[in-house]
């Protein structure tokens, strides 16, 4: 084996989105679901380990990193990545800051940078201080996240807070004049003690001039804007020759279907979309499931006539209005068990009846599914839309997934997934 690359991501869609970055700058990547237990494909340039690190107390978020690293230094990565948020989500308790800590004083090294700027998705750093579109992270949506409000869109102060190491910052000036400035200044603060620097970034020329500047770093930390400047440093090093583009992938041939569990405004939008272009649809109501009813065996027999000649859709996606309306009812968290569980069964259903193409869209949902589907890993292929990519699950058996965080890709998304697969 021929790692590169070891990832660590906080979350599982940023998993995915980093994986889909490295393979989009020519790494063949795969994304591990928890720390890899079954062996990797081999020719494989990158590992993103996904784990659910973000909101946990912080010496869990530790403990998962280092059991995550340990295996990836195992499995002989020459560079570690510890990816976040590009909304650089945390509180002061956490758990960026602790997770840094940990990782810098497993691997022994002195200096890293932290840098979740990804001007593609509208997030930039200046000055140290993160933009949210055209508004600073403090005054943008993200002021009010119920888990990780961040009310402070000064970086270095952020961090500051989470970490006894000594923050600095590299300034968009010396970003620009090129990767030997960056690594000029890098040893400069090095030599005031700073150990970890919030570096800035407003473009992917940025990126690139930062990822250059990055390749003699055991760790980097940053969102996964950063992971497109990153192969350049392994081709220049006569290390990634691949020439093949890295997101080919045979893909296994079935019956395809699509789950939605996500309320999201752009999967609501999908969801309708589909249903206009006249492909057959679902719904799953809560209310009934919560009554007894068995909406995973009435899905199921709905479905399975319909599999030969279409893609049919299963769907828990409501109005705002209605999920508030079953959640006064239910609770929250036991609607949206209850859906997930409903979901993940139909999944599991409809694999069982022959479907290896599905499309599922929510977060929550996906981990559901993948759950439910014993996936424990994912070869990552073509971008269907940002963030988003078709994917292959490892084993014997696979099947082709794309897990769509709840408000990416665009209104016609469902139909352009299966565009893109034979
Ligand atoms: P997103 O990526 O859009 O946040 P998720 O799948 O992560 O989507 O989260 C959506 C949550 O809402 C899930 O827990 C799901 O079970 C729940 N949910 C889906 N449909 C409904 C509904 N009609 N009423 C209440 N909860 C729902």
């Not at 990547?29 to 079954?38: E, R």
């Not at 579109?133 to 952020?158: F, I, K, Q, W, Y």
């Not at 996606?317 to 036991?334: F, I, W, Y």
Request: proline content about 5%.
């Amino acid at each position: 084996m021929t790692l590169l690359l070891g990832c660590i991501a906080d979350d599982f869609t940023g998993a995915t989105d980093l994986a889909g970055m490295l393979v989009r700058a020519g790494m063949r990547t795969v994304q591990m679901i928890g720390v890899p237990q079954a062996p990797l494909p081999p020719d494989i340039d990158a590992v993103v380990i996904a784990l659910k690190s973000r909101t946990t107390p912080a010496g869990d978020a530790i403990d998962e990193s280092l059991a995550a690293l340990k295996w990836l230094k195992t499995a002989g990565c020459r560079q570690l990545y510890f990816k976040y948020c590009s909304t650089f989500d945390s509180t002061d308790a956490g758990n960026i800051g602790p997770v840094t800590d940990a990782l810098m004083r497993a691997l022994n090294t002195r200096f890293t940078i932290a840098c979740p700027a990804f001007p593609e998705n509208k997030r930039t750093v200046f000055k140290g201080y993160l933009f949210v579109g055209d508004v600073l992270l403090s005054e943008s949506s993200m002021r009010d996240h119920p888990l990780t409000p961040m009310r402070d869109a000064n970086l270095v102060r952020v961090l500051q807070r989470q970490t006894d190491r000594k923050v600095g910052l590299i300034s968009h000036e010396t970003v620009s004049a090129g990767a030997t400035a960056i690594a000029t200044r890098m040893d400069s603060l090095r030599s005031e003690g700073v150990e970890i620097a919030i570096v800035d970034a407003i473009s992917n020329e940025d990126l690139m001039r930062i990822g250059a500047a990055c390749a003699g770093l055991p760790l980097v930390t940053a969102g996964s804007g950063i992971a497109l400047g990153l192969p350049q440093n392994f081709r220049k090093a006569g290390l990634l020759n691949r020439q093949a583009a890295a997101d080919q992938l045979q893909f296994p041939q079935g019956l395809r279907a699509v789950i939605a569990g996500s309320c999201s405004a752009a999967t609501q939008a999908q969801v309708a979309h589909y249903i206009d272009e006249g492909q057959p649809a679902f719904a799953i109501d809560p209310l009934r499931i919560a009554a007894g009813v068995d909406v995973v065996a009435q899905a199921l027999a709905w479905a399975t006539p319909l599999l030969r000649d279409s893609a049919p859709l299963i769907y828990a996606t409501a109005s705002p209005d209605n999920v508030k309306m079953v959640q006064t009812q239910l609770g929250a968290e036991r609607a949206g068990a209850l859906v997930e569980q409903a979901l993940s069964a139909i999944a599991w259903g409809l694999v069982e009846r022959g479907v290896r193409q599905l499309i599922v869209a929510g977060g929550e949902t996906s981990g559901a599914v993948v759950g439910a589907l014993d996936v424990d890993g994912l070869h990552i292929g073509p971008q269907i839309d940002p963030g988003v990519p078709w994917t292959k699950s490892l084993g014997d058996a696979p099947l082709a997934l794309a897990l769509k965080s709840g408000n990416f890709g665009s209104v016609d998304f469902f139909t352009k997934a299966w565009s893109m697969l034979p």
